[in-house]
């Protein structure tokens, strides 16, 4: 038995591909699932707020989820790393099913006001926090090293699949039944996540890599940051990826549909533009899933970050749809790439021991901190227009890129053959 309390199975003496391993199946599996289910379930929300409350009270209610999902994220870290990832992802996972299927129930014999759909954005953010840093501290407890590069691009792939898929399947559920079809589908979503989360098989880590379980949870955080701060690749790496998502985030959301509105693009213009980023990040990621590994993968990821802002400047100045098209799949090929080499190298580097909490760091900019840009980069169009905000944003990006470059033991990391 492990300190966490569920039986795993003993590390794998053999490296069996990742594509072939069922075990990474069911994993991978699992979190498409969570991944379609958030998505249909941000749909049903969406419709239930606007149809219940005011225009101000529908952005409340879309907001309010990202604020415990950012304030706890590190707490998840430290949670997962106390218990164990399997278990904290499997506790997660079902209380996001409980709590969609009974807003599902309830929505079927009368109409909730605004404020519970609030309380439920609210659990529903907070219940994230847990389940993002752990789901990602899973693979490499279920895979061997060599394989992880492989696991993310086929991690990377899988979350294009599920981006295309969620929308049509959200929105055709909640015209055919309204919000409550659309709960119903997400509720379904996380329940066969769940099953296939409990046939996920995790390695036993040997007891020097349990030390620090039994420390209160603040010295345990203080520990994890700690750790980074002083790791030679991880700290330059997550200042990579930190920075990086500060100046691409913006643009990338809320910048592409401002461009296109302003350029007469209408909608169209906007789902090429976005189309081209989701297919060259798609295509990354299948490159990653394909090869396995990538030579000189510190090095490749940093310049990948500098191409595709560039690519992203490029984006604010385009003087068609088929130019911002081109670009965004210039943005989609080059910042995938770096995207999933970076997600593969933090799980290369990282001691199994702090893996939920150094996730956390990484997950903490992506899903908590970069959403903040959004309002700060539309405010910044009004005042000063597309191309500026475009090229500024893109500076700020590729300097992440650049401070990766500078560091010399980043530059030379490499993926486990």
């Known amino acids: 038995m492990t300190t966490t309390g569920i039986r795993t ?16 199946l069911r994993w991978l599996s699992a979190y498409t699932a969570s991944m379609v289910g958030d998505s249909v379930y941000f749909v049903a929300l969406s419709w239930a707020a606007t149809r219940g409350g005011s225009p101000a009270q529908a952005g409340l209610v879309l907001a309010v989820g ?7 994220m590190l707490g998840g870290g430290v949670i997962a790393d106390r218990f164990g990832p399997r278990r904290v992802v499997i506790g997660s996972d079902a209380v996001r099913c409980a709590v969609i299927l009974a807003v599902t129930a309830l929505l ?9 759909l609030v309380l439920v954005a609210l659990v529903f953010g907070a219940v994230d926090a847990l389940f993002l840093p752990s789901v990602g501290a899973l693979p490499p407890r279920i895979t061997a090293p060599g394989q992880l590069g492989r696991v993310q ?8 699949v599920a981006t295309v898929a969620a929308a ?6 909640v015209a055919l039944g309204g919000p409550a079809a659309g709960f119903g589908v997400a509720g379904a979503l996380f329940a066969v996540s769940l099953v296939l989360l409990m046939a996920v098989r995790v390695h036993e880590l040997p007891p020097d890599e349990r030390a620090g379980a039994a420390d209160g949870v603040r010295s345990q955080l203080v520990g994890g940051l700690r750790y980074i701060r002083r790791h030679q690749v991880l ?7 930190a920075v990086m998502e500060l100046g691409f985030a913006g643009p990338a959301n809320i910048g592409v549909v401002l461009l296109a509105e302003e350029r007469g693009w209408g909608a169209p213009g906007m789902a090429w533009t976005v189309g081209g980023f989701g297919v060259g990040a798609g295509a990354a990621a299948l490159l990653l899933a394909v090869r396995g590994r990538i030579g000189r993968a510190g090095a490749v990821q940093a310049w990948g970050v500098v191409v595709g802002s560039v690519a992203l400047a490029a984006i604010g100045f385009a003087p068609s749809v088929a130019m911002a098209a081109v670009a965004g799949l210039c943005v989609g090929l080059c910042t995938g790439l770096g995207g999933a080499l970076i997600a593969a190298l933090v799980q290369t580097v990282t001691e ?17 901190i970069a959403p903040m840009t ?19 944003s893109a500076a700020v990006s590729a300097a992440g890129g650049v401070l990766g470059l500078c560091s010399g033991a980043l530059r030379h990391a490499e993926l486990p053959r």
Request: net charge positive.
């Open 9 to 24: 199975a003993p590390a794998p003496v053999s490296e069996k591909p990742a594509h072939r391993d069922g075990n990474v």
């Open 66 to 72: 990202s604020v415990p999902r950012a304030a706890l």
């Open 108 to 116: 079927l014999v009368t109409a909730p006001g605004i404020w519970l």
């Open 153 to 160: 691009g086929m991690r990377g792939f899988a979350q294009r």
């Open 168 to 173: 049509p399947l959200g929105g055709f559920a």
């Open 235 to 241: 700290a330059p790496l997550l200042l990579v990826a």
């Open 352 to 368: 199994p021991a702090y893996l939920g909490r150094v996730t956390s760091v990484a997950t903490l900019f992506t899903v908590g």
């Open 374 to 392: 959004y309002p700060v980069a539309g405010a910044a169009i009004g005042a000063w227009g597309i191309e500026p905000v475009f090229a500024a």
